[in-house]
């Protein structure tokens, strides 16, 4: 019997120059079991320069950050090159297989989304969440991106406690970086 540890939200807003990535703490154990309540998945890398939030199945985005921090290596940095670079591995069939993980990550200039199938993925209008509740998140970013004068990170955390309340993957012990 194979059990899969998943269940969690990141939601990243990017405004007036700045992006904030929040994500929750709880990790599901299958469908109905609360594992951990205040799990990180959401961190900085490269010198602090690079922010990342992970979801889906906890060992396939270990392996989607690792692998992306060693493009991030290879590449001093630059976040774009390592992002299409890391997809470009699983169009040659470098990787072996896909991963069932998602990962939003920004630096200063950029903010994208990656798969563990090969894509990447440049959100509309600097909003864009993942994971469980991605989709609330996502409404509720973007309605408070368009009705108020809240910063990147309230907004991030905000939609996060608003996507907690709603789907039962996702809690409200948030987490929250900036750059």
């Not at 609360?34 to 990342?52: Q, T």
């Amino acid at each position: 019997m194979s059990v899969e540890f998943r269940g969690t939200t990141i939601c990243a807003v990017k405004r007036n120059g700045v992006t904030a990535i929040a994500g929750d703490g709880q990790v599901t154990m299958g469908e109905s079991i609360v594992f951990k309540n205040n799990a990180v998945k959401v961190r900085r890398i490269w010198n602090g320069d690079v922010i990342l939030g992970f979801a889906g199945s906890v060992s396939d985005a270990f392996s989607l950050c690792e692998r992306f921090e060693a493009m991030l290596s290879k590449f001093a940095g630059n976040l774009e090159r390592s992002a299409v670079e890391l997809a470009e591995q699983w169009r040659r069939d470098q990787v072996g297989r896909k991963l069932d993980a998602l990962m939003i990550v920004a630096d200063k200039n950029s903010l994208l989304i990656i798969s563990g199938t090969g894509e990447v993925i440049e959100p509309e209008e600097g909003i864009c969440a993942i994971g469980s509740g991605g989709n609330y998140a996502l409404a509720a970013a973007r309605a408070l991106a368009e009705e108020t004068d809240y910063s990147a990170e309230e907004i991030a955390t905000k939609a996060l406690k608003i996507a907690s309340r709603i789907c039962i993957f996702t809690n409200d012990n948030i987490r929250c970086e900036t750059i």
